[in-house]
């Protein structure tokens, strides 16, 4: 539904996802995977807000950062919280230009750890892969880098299983779309 709502730029179904799954938090806190489905939810809702509606943005942005800390305090090598928590970090910081600096150094320091758990995990590689396209020069060894990065990450995502609880569905198309760009 998160994706769906998401792909079809749905932003009050979204939102009324957001409702739904912070109400259902709410009444049973120690979940973590709800707890990651609704920080996903405000990640995209994000996402969708884009710089137009910047306040909508970070408040989903922050909002997803703060609903992934319990997820990581408790298991430091919970690598999906890592990484949506990397990329909430990583948005944000394009919002929040005085504090980018801090912001990106979070991302980097959560994007590392979840690769050092899992090398080959393909949304901790897409996003790796999107931070170095963003942030490397056209034509220098970096963006290659990068590039090959993001070639990897769509070669893993093929070969992942299907979806479950613990393994969410998110960033195959999207990195099939950035390769496409």
């Known amino acids: 539904q998160i994706l769906y709502a998401y792909q079809t730029e749905d932003a009050n179904g979204l939102s009324n996802l957001v409702q739904d799954l912070a109400t259902r938090v709410?009444?049973?806190?120690?979940?973590?995977?709800l707890r990651y489905h609704l920080a996903h939810a405000q990640y995209r809702r994000a996402l969708l807000a884009g710089r137009a509606a910047g306040g909508v943005a970070q408040s989903a942005l922050s909002d997803c950062i703060d609903e992934l800390k319990p997820a990581v305090s408790q298991d430091v090598k919970s690598v999906e919280a890592l990484v949506l928590?990397?990329?909430?970090?990583?948005?944000?910081?394009?919002?929040?230009?005085?504090?980018?600096?801090?912001?990106?150094?979070?991302c980097r320091e959560r994007l590392a750890?979840?690769?050092?758990?899992?090398?080959?995990?393909?949304?901790?590689?897409?996003?790796?892969?999107?931070?170095?396209?963003?942030?490397?020069k056209p034509g220098t060894a970096e963006r290659q880098q990068a590039f090959a990065?993001?070639?990897?990450?769509?070669?893993?995502?093929?070969?992942?299983s299907a979806t479950s609880v613990d393994v969410p569905g998110w960033g195959h198309a999207e990195a099939y779309l950035a390769l496409g760009r």
């Open 85 to 106: 928590q990397s990329a909430c970090y990583a948005e944000l910081a394009e919002h929040r230009k005085l504090a980018a600096v801090l912001l990106r150094t979070r």
């Open 149 to 160: 990065q993001l070639e990897l990450a769509a070669q893993l995502f093929e070969a992942t």
């Open 26 to 33: 709410q009444a049973d806190p120690a979940d973590p995977a």
């Open 113 to 136: 750890a979840a690769l050092k758990v899992a090398p080959r995990n393909p949304r901790a590689v897409y996003i790796s892969s999107l931070i170095g396209l963003r942030e490397a």
